[in-house]
């Protein structure tokens, strides 16, 4: 499938897929987007609602690292371990042209956290920096089988109009069986559908204030 880098309306870049007509991030801000969807509502929440000093944190749709590495950046004063699940992984030649790290305000730090990120080996335990682990899984999101072992999860798959099947119940499941009690999940998605399916095996779901040029999002809670 072709792949194009894109500009968004933040400045930061994205993937387009043109086949889908469909993007890794936000058309109007991938930066903007992952801030607030991801590390506002997800991150500080889940640090502040439940008093965390350590957090284990289970990404769905790895791609291009921007949600770890601003995850890496922001929650730098606590210990994470951070596991990105991604079926299709980004190319090497592609991230040259992303440069996430020229939109942060420590260019040295963001850029030598980005490119261990995606030099490091999947399917192992990686040390970013003295606070970040990551391990990247090569597999499909309905793979996953982790039981109570997660506090904090960034949904974060293409939309339900180009992949519905990993926006379902049985995804859903798997996301609430894998986070511990209490646990967070967070998703830029805000469809009635998708509420549902979260309500139905369980989660305690809420509408909040979306990013820029999105309406609305959801955050759900493993009760």
Known sequence: MERKIIKT????????????DEQYHSKHGALQEAMHVFIKMGLDFTIAEFDKSKLSILEIGFGTGLNAL????????IKIEYTGVEAYPVKPEELVFLDYASVLPDFDTAANVFNKMHQVDWEKSSAITSNFS????????????????????????????VQPELWTEEIFLKMYNSLK????????AAKGSVRRA??????????????????????????
């Not at 601003?70 to 004063?77: D, E, I, M, N, P």
């Not at 990551?134 to 939309?159: P, V």
């Open 70 to 77: 601003l995850t890496a950046f922001y929650g730098s004063t």
């Open 181 to 188: 009690l209490n646990g967070v999940l967070v998703t830029y």
């Open 198 to 223: 979260m309500q139905a095996v369980g989660f305690s779901v809420e509408r909040l204030p979306g990013p820029p040029g999105k309406r609305e999002m959801l955050r759900a809670v493993k009760k």
């Open 134 to 161: 990551l391990k990247k899984q090569e597999k499909t999101f309905q793979e996953i089988q982790d039981q109570d072992t997660f506090d904090l999860i960034y949904f974060d798959a293409f939309g339900a109009r």
């Open 9 to 20: 309306g933040d400045g930061s870049a994205t993937i387009h897929l043109p086949e889908w």
